[in-house]
T-cell receptor, first 113, second 110 residues
Framework: DVKVTQSSRYLVKRTGEKVFLECVQD?????MFWYRQDPGLGLRLIYF???????EKGDIPEGYSVSREKKERFSLILESASTNQTSMYLC????????????FGEGSWLTVV | AQKVTQAQTEISVVEKEDVTLDCVYE???????LFWYKQPPSGELVFLIR??????QNEISGRYSWNFQKSTSSFNFTITASQVVDSAVYFC???????FGAGTRLTVKP
């Protein structure tokens, strides 16, 4: 079974803090994604990566950056957390190919106070 | 532009009722894939089905069935004889652009 693991399930951070959300997948997938989920807005794509050290902006990249130094790990970074970044963050991975299923982690609930 | 619309925000049914979740999509791609995912209260998204744009045959899996109609750009999901365990948020997705709909929260009451 594919496993996508997000390091933190629940986090509370202060405004202005730098926040790291870590994601690891164990199936050698080329593609990895970060989404945020907000009520009424569904899942919105923040960034995705199709290879090590490669990244592409999604629909809402502002305020975020990512890092992919190793194939299995994809990190989401909030350089200076703000209250409007309070959300559920979902990491996902998939093999290459437009039809391949995306596998999701359990999600990380981030609250910025 | 790629877009997925799930017009139903919330649906509530009584157990054993049939329920249909609507999904309408927009894409200029000629080849694309559509997905349905289930998100139970635990939060993790669970893959339900994938359908490619060349296959309009409807699919049935137990109590679940999917109706793909390219002419109306719709990919609707029906649960027959709903059960309390079906309560979840359901997302329709267009993989070509990795776009998801806003989700439909289904509540099945005993």
């Amino acid at each position: 079974d594919v496993k996508v693991t997000q390091s933190s399930r629940y986090l509370v951070k202060r405004t202005g803090e730098k926040v790291f959300l870590e994601c690891v997948q164990d199936m050698d997938h080329e593609n990895m994604f970060w989404y945020r989920q907000d009520p009424g807005l569904g899942l919105r794509l923040i960034y995705f990566s199709y290879d090590v050290k490669m990244k592409e902006k999604g629909d809402i990249p502002e305020g975020y950056s990512v890092s992919r130094e190793k194939k299995e790990r994809f990190s989401l970074i909030l350089e200076s957390a703000s209250t409007n970044q309070t959300s559920m963050y979902l990491c996902a991975s998939a093999t290459t190919g437009v039809g391949n299923t995306i596998y999701f982690g359990e999600g990380s609930w981030l609250t910025v106070v | 532009a790629q877009k997925v619309t799930q017009a139903q925000t919330e649906i509530s049914v009584v157990e054993k009722e049939d329920v249909t979740l609507d999904c309408v999509y927009e894409t200029r791609d000629t080849t694309y894939y559509l997905f349905w995912y289930k998100q139970p209260p635990s939060g993790e998204l669970v893959f339900l089905i994938r359908r490619n744009s060349f296959d309009e045959q409807n699919e049935i899996s137990g109590r679940y069935s999917w109706n793909f109609q390219k002419s109306t750009s719709s990919f609707n999901f029906t649960i027959t004889a709903s059960q309390v365990v079906d309560s979840a948020v359901y997302f329709c997705a267009l993989k070509g652009g990795m776009r998801f709909g806003a989700g439909t929260r289904l509540t099945v009451k005993p």
